[in-house]
Antibody
Framework: EVQLVESGGGLVQPGGSLRLSCEAT????????MSWVRQTPGQGMEWVSR???????DYADSVRGRFSTSSATSKNTLYLQMDNLRVEDTGIYYC????????????WGQGTLVTVSS | EIVLTQSPGTLSLSPGERATLSCRAS???????LAWYQQKPGQAPRRLVY???NRATGIPDRFSGSGYGTDFALTISRLEPEDVAVYFC????????FGKGTKVEIK
């Protein structure tokens, strides 16, 4: 059974940084396409970033240059480093497997809440 | 960016009724990369349908997806109380975008 468990969310001031973690069981992170998807009050559900099995990264325009996704093989964990955070980055961040063969996301973590506020 | 417009915003039906949720794309999704998700209150989304009409593992057969081009639908043939949720469509024809969701309520 695939399980994705996020951690690292919290309250941060505008301009600050956070690193989210996603520990995976039932799949090997480095052998899958993995993404971060967030749900914000302003934009609803929004794809944030992707790390492919070929180690290629891609980002939404809204976060490119501020967010960075990576993984640790030994820990089977996906990361999202978030710098220069803005109020509009506030939301629940989900670790997901995908895009899969049909461009969908077949497994979701429970999410971690990020609040950017002064 | 392909914009997905979902309607109605809220659907209120009685148990046993048929629910039809619409997802309209601003451009054709001709690779059939269209999926549907269910999000119950306080939970993460769950994939229901992928590739327009393929039901995900463990999803009851009262859920079905259909459509092509720019018009897609999720149908719940007989609504049950546990189907109360927000339903999202998502495409990956060009990058990834999601619709704003349709909230399904029980009368």
């Amino acid at each position: 059974e695939v399980q994705l468990v996020e951690s690292g969310g919290g309250l941060v001031q505008p301009g600050g940084s956070l690193r989210l973690s996603c520990e995976a069981t039932g799949l090997i992170v480095n052998e899958a396409h993995m993404s971060w998807v967030r749900q914000t009050p302003g934009q609803g559900m929004e794809w944030v970033s992707r790390l492919t099995s070929g180690r290629v990264t891609d980002y939404a325009d809204s976060v490119r240059g501020r967010f960075s996704t990576s993984s640790a093989t030994s820990k089977n964990t996906l990361y999202l480093q978030m710098d220069n955070l803005r109020v509009e980055d506030t939301g629940i961040y989900y670790c997901v497997r995908g895009p899969a063969l049909w461009g969908d996301f077949d497994h979701w973590g429970q999410g971690t809440l990020v609040t950017v506020s002064s | 960016e392909i914009v997905l417009t979902q309607s109605p915003g809220t659907l209120s039906l009685s148990p046993g009724e048929r629910a039809t949720l619409s997802c309209r794309a601003s451009r054709r999704i001709d690779n059939n990369y269209l999926a549907w998700y269910q999000q119950k209150p306080g939970q993460a989304p769950r994939r229901l349908v992928y590739g327009v009409s393929n039901r995900a593992t463990g999803i009851p057969d009262r859920f079905s997806g259909s459509g092509y081009g720019t018009d897609f639908a999720l149908t719940i043939s007989r609504l049950e109380p546990e189907d109360v949720a927000v339903y999202f469509c998502q495409q990956n024809r060009e990058s990834v975008t999601f619709g704003k969701g349709t909230k399904v309520e029980i009368k």
